[in-house]
């Protein structure tokens, strides 16, 4: 007898049910579940972090308050204009530090569900990216605290008219820093935007390079709509992305460099 060459003799049709239209749920069922076990993850990290916060937010609120409760006048301080401010107010920014020291397990979930996907070139380079874009967005919060916030507190309590009381609201300052916070640290992401446009294909670095005067004028405009209206967070938000625009031009020319002697270097198919 010929052995088999493709599992069924020839004009012999199986009685079993084909199971192909099934395959294709079967990934996707095993995948929304991988899926819902990574988010539930995520939420069980940031509660963790809430529990490990919340106890401190008080503290936590003061070292975030201090940029401008150090230029008020002696005698004057922060108000609560709502009731409920004194509770809500703590509450607020214990929740966003949660999830703030909960980015890196965040990522590292998304990164978990990903990973299985990618070939090994796009792993190679995936991974930094997603750790480096965890750095740059903690060193946009960074600089907004340590360099925006006195800059910008400084102008607006020595602008206000003489006779005028300075009593900022917690709330208020609250909307304000966390806006500033999210607006610097996904700034601060541009590098990694510029490379993932570059390697997508999308772009190359001689296009960006080409439209380097708009990028700047768009550059000042996101400073003017993110900021408030003065031209020194303007300015301390617009050059920062124009940098960092440059840098990912840059790191986008190595990487595509890097990704052509891999495929030069891959043996061809067949």
């Known amino acids: 007898m010929n052995a088999k060459t493709d599992g069924k003799e020839p004009g012999h049709q199986s009685?079993?049910?084909?199971?192909?239209?099934?395959?294709?749920?079967?990934?996707?069922?095993?995948?929304?579940?991988?899926?819902?076990?990574?988010?539930?993850?995520m939420v069980l990290?940031?509660?963790?972090?809430?529990?490990?916060?919340?106890?401190f937010a008080n503290e936590l609120y003061l070292w975030?308050?201090?940029?401008?409760r150090t230029l008020l006048p002696?005698?004057?301080?922060?108000?609560?204009?709502?009731?409920?401010?004194?509770?809500?107010?703590?509450?607020?920014?214990?929740?966003?530090?949660?999830?703030?020291?909960?980015?890196?397990?965040?990522?590292?979930?998304?990164?978990?569900?990903?990973?299985p996907g990618l070939y090994a070139h796009e792993k190679r380079l995936a991974f930094p990216l997603l750790f480096t874009s965890?750095?740059?967005?903690?060193?946009?919060?960074?600089?907004?605290?340590?360099?925006?916030?006195?800059?910008?507190?400084?102008f607006f309590t020595a602008i206000g008219p003489e006779g005028i009381v300075e009593l900022p609201d917690i709330s208020s300052y609250l909307n304000f820093v966390l806006k500033m916070f999210f607006a610097f640290g996904v700034a601060f992401e541009i590098p990694i935007a510029t490379i993932l446009l570059i390697l997508s294909g999308i772009t190359t670095p001689a296009d960006l390079a080409a439209k380097r005067p708009y990028v700047v004028v768009a550059c000042f405009i996101?400073?003017?709509?993110?900021?408030?209206?003065?031209i020194i967070s303007?300015?301390?938000?617009?050059?920062?992305?124009?940098?960092?625009?440059?840098?990912?031009?840059?790191?986008?020319?190595?990487?595509?460099?890097?990704?052509?002697?891999q495929e030069a270097d891959e043996p061809p198919a067949g």
């Open 15 to 41: 009685n079993t049910p084909d199971n192909s239209s099934q395959q294709p749920e079967m990934p996707l069922v095993e995948h929304l579940l991988e899926l819902r076990n990574r988010l539930l993850k």
């Open 45 to 55: 990290a940031v509660i963790i972090c809430f529990a490990a916060i919340y106890p």
């Open 64 to 68: 975030l308050s201090e940029p401008i």
């Open 74 to 115: 002696v005698g004057q301080t922060m108000i609560a204009t709502d009731i409920t401010s004194p509770f809500f107010a703590p509450l607020k920014l214990a929740l966003f530090l949660s999830v703030f020291a909960a980015i890196p397990i965040i990522l590292y979930q998304l990164w978990s569900f990903i990973a």
């Open 134 to 154: 965890v750095i740059l967005f903690y060193l946009g919060a960074a600089f907004a605290y340590y360099v925006v916030f006195p800059l910008v507190f400084g």
């Open 222 to 230: 996101i400073g003017m709509m993110l900021t408030p209206p003065d």
């Open 234 to 261: 303007q300015t301390l938000l617009a050059v920062p992305m124009w940098i960092l625009f440059e840098l990912g031009i840059l790191f986008g020319r190595l990487a595509t460099r890097e990704a052509s002697g």
